[in-house]
């Protein structure tokens, strides 16, 4: 073909871009009339000088590739400056919330610490009453009170009654009287 003529992909090596963003951009731009600008062999499209005037008008205005490129990388800074300022909040929200569990996890701790203790205090003090208990049950009585507990006692028949109720060992059947 002529050397007036270009295709889409050497217009969009010469412009730095891509061929997709020419296409979009002829898209987005009525004004053009691709027919009018371009000819077509077998799948290659090629681009009339007037077509080529055209297409670098659209990338040279105010809105080019670069230029956009630069506004999309500062509008993705802005989102990621939004987003990194709600994820702030958010951690910093979260991080209040721990901190309140905390305090309120040391005040049970405590609670149950205190509750142990108290335990512990009521459990000595029982211990001591039954000390106290048992020395009065088993404390020494006089001698008279001693005589009269003898002779409360039951005679030998209780020792041959407690003998009986004491389990034999084997060995003793052997024994004849």
């Given at each position: 073909m002529?050397?007036n003529?270009?295709?889409i992909r ?17 898209k987005?731009?009525?004004s ?21 005037k055209?297409?670098?008008?659209m990338?040279s205005?105010d809105?080019?590739?670069?230029y ?9 800074n ?34 149950q ?13 029982y ?5 106290d ?10 001698d008279?009170?001693?005589e009269?507990a003898?002779q ?17 060992k084997?060995?003793?059947f052997?024994?004849?009287?």
């Amino acid at each position: 073909m002529s050397e007036n003529l270009k295709t889409i992909r050497e217009l969009a090596d010469e412009l730095g871009v891509s061929k997709q963003a020419i296409w979009q951009k002829i898209k987005r731009d009525s004004s053009i009339d691709l027919r009018q600008f371009t000819s077509t062999k077998g799948n290659t499209v090629y681009v009339n000088v007037d077509g080529q005037k055209a297409i670098k008008a659209m990338f040279s205005n105010d809105s080019s590739t670069r230029y956009r490129q630069q506004k999309d990388d500062v509008d993705d800074n802005k989102k990621d400056a939004v987003d990194g300022q709600d994820e702030v909040k958010f951690l910093r929200n979260l991080v209040l919330e721990i901190q309140s569990e905390k305090k309120e996890l040391h005040k049970l701790l405590d609670q149950q610490q205190r509750l142990a203790l108290q335990d512990k205090q009521l459990l000595e003090e029982y211990k001591a009453k039954i000390k106290d208990l048992k020395a009065l049950t088993m404390a020494p009585h006089d001698d008279g009170e001693k005589e009269v507990a003898a002779q409360n006692q039951p005679e030998p028949e209780t020792n041959t009654a407690e003998a009986q109720a004491k389990p034999k060992k084997w060995w003793h059947f052997w024994k004849t009287k």
